[in-house]
């Protein structure tokens, strides 16, 4: 059995997970399970569907064709069925992604899809479409004097005074060969997240990544226009707008329900920490101009 | 009559006329007397190969994915979007038509009610094609005439768009002219240069869609190139690529005649001679193709 700790959850599961730090077992009580076991093919009385899912009541089923199925239930619970012919390592990939994603969100918290970085313990979070190089710039960061939180799946948190803080997703940051290539990171490259793609795990660049409280969310974004380069912050109606479209899977948040939570959650969040729009030349020879630029703005903020 | 609801693609080799015609079903659904802001469109169609769509759909992180198995979904995804969809909806595809490993068509029937498919002389695509992307015409010719052509597939990196085969420029075109599953209409971008009103009212009227004669003419006078020009050296336009080129260049046909060697034309016209006759492109040299096998070769 191994023992992880995912987004402040504290998870024993039967399967390793890759690029995961393992914590010592047996410490508290166990949030999450995860467990290989039979899982079906559909779900009676589905509510709602899509082509790779179903879910009814707090059970959602997912399915990788080819790969593996996933019986996600209540947001404490991931039974992993692999197919034949596909590895355990292979399912266990889509296990700390897209699997706990859904599992966060029956829990109701709050999860943005982008990576977090911290420096002088406290954190930022940076928001963007998939492909749009949240990784990359959070690797930049960490290249030049910040931490590494968390990666793609970004849960922030109230703490015992309402601050909104960034919960670390307990695995290593992954990127794919161009940035490693472009970073100069070749020798933090660890395995490939599968063997059939050319994203792998970098080593950490410090120690496990801390809880941090949040500074700001910077949601990235192409300089094309109108958009033009530079940091520009979100009017709180745009801000609870963009953060609702930035969540992690927005239409899945939406089926799942616990909108008033989630609604709360947000506004004591955006009482702490402002949004802003970073608007950006795409490209790694501007990868280091946006570095410097975001670092200014950053320091101004905690100034 | 009320227009009938689901997918509609519009599909095109790149650089072929689709934002043209995306802009003009764009102010048409917006029906206001100015022109639409060509940053601000009033559309949701989108493109079929937008990744964040399909991770929408599937609930997975496409990077996980390979990309066959990510091919061996998408028809899945584009059901799903059709199966929620309450009215038309047209979406722009580059991809070619082909099957997904699985053997599945891609774009078939299950999601789609039919095909606009636009199509442009290959001469005036090469040109064009090189400016968009900043790239030599050699290389853009060379890319039209390999049959393994595909855009955002490097192995090393992800894009905000998922692998799109295009076949070669022929391999394109009959892809989508030949399959008989999605009912499609064939809409030449020259054709749509000399008489704008009568071949937008019939690529509407084969996908149904509703529209006055008075809406479809506002529609297309806003969508006008020389007004798309001016609103890009304005403005400029998000879709633009390349750093030097406007999107908007030239729109013109027969601009090739002035841009492409002697040699640039015979490389094309010999691999898509008879696909280019076909569909009333005329050849400026002689071609070899004059053979079953070559004919054969240029598919």
């Known amino acids: ?303 | 009559m009320k227009t009938p609801s689901g997918i509609v693609w519009l599909a095109s080799f790149p650089k072929s006329g689709s934002t043209w015609f995306r802009i003009f079903l764009a102010n048409l659904r917006a029906g206001e007397n100015a022109p639409a802001d060509i940053n601000n469109l009033d559309e949701r169609s989108g493109i079929a190969s937008d990744r964040n769509v399909f991770e929408a759909a599937t609930m997975l992180d496409s990077s996980l994915l390979t990309y066959d198995e990510i091919d061996n979904l998408r028809p899945r995804v584009y059901a799903a979007i059709a199966a929620e969809e309450v009215g038309q909806r047209w979406i722009k595809v580059h991809d070619a038509y082909t099957l997904t490993p699985n053997g599945e068509a891609m774009f078939g029937s299950c999601a789609a009610r039919a095909a606009v498919y636009l199509v442009r002389d290959p001469r005036d695509v090469a040109v064009s094609l090189a400016y968009h992307n900043n790239t030599t015409i050699n290389d853009t010719i060379k890319g039209m005439n390999s049959p393994d052509n595909a855009v955002c597939q490097g192995r090393k990196g992800m894009v905000l768009q998922l692998r799109q085969k295009l076949l070669n420029w022929s391999g394109h075109v009959t892809s989508w002219l030949d399959q008989t599953d999605v009912p499609v209409h064939t809409l030449r971008y020259e054709d749509l240069l000399t008489d704008p009103l009568a071949y937008f009212s019939a690529a509407l009227g084969f996908a149904e869609t509703t529209a006055t004669p008075a809406e479809i003419e506002r529609a297309m006078r806003n969508a006008e190139f020389t007004k798309l020009q001016r609103q890009e050296i304005d403005k400029g336009f998000a879709e633009r690529m390349s750093r030097t080129a406007p999107f908007f260049r030239s729109g013109r046909a027969g601009g090739w005649r002035d841009k492409l060697t002697t040699e640039q034309i015979s490389c094309i016209e010999e691999r898509h001679g008879p696909i280019m006759q076909r569909l009333g492109y005329e050849l400026s040299t002689t071609p070899r193709s004059a053979t079953a096998n070559d004919r054969r070769a240029a598919l």
């Open chain 1, 1 to 303: 059995m191994h023992s992880y700790l995912i987004s402040g959850l504290h998870v024993s599961s039967e399967l390793e997970l890759p690029g995961a730090t393992p914590e010592d077992a047996h410490v508290r009580p166990v949030d999450v399970s995860i467990r290989r076991s039979a899982v079906p093919m559909t779900l009676d009385g589905a509510t709602a569907s899509g082509p790779t899912w179903e879910m009814v009541g707090e059970m959602f089923l997912l399915r990788v064709p080819a790969l593996a199925r996933f019986g996600i239930t209540a947001g404490c619970d991931i039974a992993v069925e692999i197919e034949p012919g596909a590895t355990e390592r292979d399912a266990a990939s889509f296990v700390h992604g897209p699997a706990f994603g859904i599992l966060l969100h029956q829990r109701g918290v709050l999860v943005l899809h982008g990576a977090a970085v911290a420096k002088d313990g406290r954190a930022i979070a940076i928001c963007g479409p998939s492909g749009g190089g949240k990784s990359t710039l959070a690797a930049a960061l960490c290249g030049n004097g910040c931490s590494f939180v968390t990666d793609d799946i970004c849960v922030v948190g109230l703490d015992e005074h309402g601050q909104p803080i960034v919960l670390p997703d307990g695995k290593q940051l992954k990127l794919w060969k161009e940035s490693i290539d472009q970073l100069n990171l070749a020798d933090r490259q660890g395995e490939a997240v599968r063997k059939t793609v050319e994203k792998y795990y970098i080593d950490p660049f410090d120690a496990r990544g801390q809880p941090s409280p949040l500074s700001a969310i910077y949601v990235l974004r192409e300089a094309r226009p109108p958009l033009k380069t530079g940091i520009g912050a979100l009017a709180l109606p745009d801000a609870m707008r963009m953060l609702d479209y930035e969540g992690y899977r927005p239409g899945l948040r939406a089926k799942i329900g616990q909108k008033p939570k989630r609604l709360a959650h947000t506004a004591a969040m955006l009482g702490h920490a402002k949004v802003f729009r970073l608007v950006r030349l795409r490209g790694f020879e501007h990868l280091q101009e946006t570095v410097a630029a975001l670092r200014a703005h950053w320091d101004s903020l905690d100034r």
